[in-house]
């Protein structure tokens, strides 16, 4: 019995992964080798770690991919209710660090998971499976975007004491979600404009108010942005990955030959995507970057083929979900955007962030498969119709 028997969905998305996976391991060890060493007096550490972190994520990446897509319209309902719990525990009783309470821990096991990451993913079912049951009614405010847009903003409410950026991330892509499934561009507006106003009102706030924990960190990060010249640390981390980014040159300076990894702050996981460029060049980049919008672009393929509407708004959220991660990270790494600590999915050093990238990559695969038998058994029945059957 052959294992690819098991293999289901897209092999071009499963390439796609392996690939990452590879750049993942060279990353990782060449950014994190004085980390490791420093920390546990063996430079295999990180490596060690995150080839156990990847074991992990694959096998959940293949328990999902088994499940068919339309099981996770049912799950969602339920699990939504799981997430808003876990995210007010993790508010109360998580793990504090820096004043953000992200983490919890997981008994018995001795590691943490962020409640966001999987928050993040039964959003996007949930949102899935409203714009599929709901095309009728697309165009009501009151049945269908009122109750839409509750669960969207408690969801990201309760994420964003904690990460301010993992909420704003999973907001927009709920909204493209909503536009992409015909919500009327009116009521996004309405939502954006709001939204628009409560960013400005609350950056006023801050700028007269002296604030500390995560409020006046964001005011931190949003004053170091506007003044890129001053000496903060979350500036030294951006001078460092410039100076990562500008010797990479075209080609790079070869695996394992980056400088700026034993200066810059979070080589392994927030700014890993400038180490990968000074190591391989601006053509590394751009072959990380089109691998991410690989997956994307494959995702949009199946979902043209898809004849229910689900399947489709389920694996178009989960990819944006992905790239939009990925791009976040590359602007902070290229100085476009404020420093989030948001990591460069399936690369970046981390636990929860690898594990759950892979359940919605599964989940993307599951419905690859499921698309291909819903249009198998739809020419089945035209055959038989034909035939008179």
Do not use: C
Request: no cysteine.
């Amino acid at each position: 019995m052959k294992a690819t028997r098991y293999i289901k969905g897209d092999r071009v998305i499963w390439i796609v992964v392996i690939i990452l996976a590879v750049i993942s391991l060279l990353a990782v060890y060449s950014s994190s080798q004085s980390l490791a060493y420093s920390s546990a007096n063996s430079t295999f550490y990180y490596l060690i770690k995150q080839i156990v972190i990847l074991f992990i994520g694959f096998m959940a990446l293949f328990l999902s991919h088994m499940v068919p897509y339309r099981y996770y319209s049912k799950l969602s309902q339920i699990l939504l209710y799981v997430v808003v719990l876990l995210l007010i525990f993790t508010l109360i009783a998580g793990r504090d660090v820096n004043s953000a309470r992200r983490s919890i821990n997981i008994p018995g096991f001795g590691i943490t998971m962020q409640p966001s990451d999987f928050a993040k993913i039964i959003l996007i079912m949930y949102v899935a499976r409203i714009l599929s049951i709901k095309q009728d009614s697309l165009n009501n405010f009151k049945e269908t975007f009122l109750p839409l847009m509750a669960w969207v903003g408690i969801v990201s409410f309760l994420i964003l004491p904690a990460n301010f950026s993992t909420a704003a991330l999973l907001f927009f892509t709920a909204m493209t979600l909503m536009f992409i499934g015909r919500i009327p561009v009116k009521f996004l507006l309405l939502i954006l404009a709001g939204f628009a106003l409560a960013v400005f009102l609350f950056i006023q706030a801050l700028s007269v108010l002296n604030i500390d924990g995560r409020a006046g960190t964001w005011e931190r990060r949003i004053e170091n942005f506007r003044n890129k010249d001053n000496e903060s640390v979350k500036n030294y981390q951006i001078n460092r990955a410039k100076v990562a980014i500008v010797n990479g040159g075209l080609i790079g300076k070869g695996p394992g030959n980056s400088l700026q990894k034993e200066k810059l702050p979070q080589a392994n996981s927030d700014f890993i995507y400038a180490i990968i460029i000074e190591e391989y060049g601006i053509i590394g980049g751009i072959v990380v970057l089109f691998l991410y919008m690989y997956i994307l672009f494959r995702t949009a393929l199946m979902v043209r083929k898809s004849v229910r509407t689900f399947p489709a708004m389920l694996a178009m959220g989960l990819s944006l979900l992905i790239v939009f991660q990925a791009l976040i990270n590359m602007g902070v790494a290229v100085s476009l955007l404020p420093v989030t600590g948001q990591p460069l999915p399936f690369i970046s050093s981390g636990g929860s962030s690898v594990v759950f990238t892979s359940i919605a990559i599964g989940v993307i695969l599951s419905v690859s498969w499921g698309i291909e038998e819903d249009q198998n058994n739809l020419a089945d029945l035209e055959t038989k119709s034909d035939n008179g059957e």
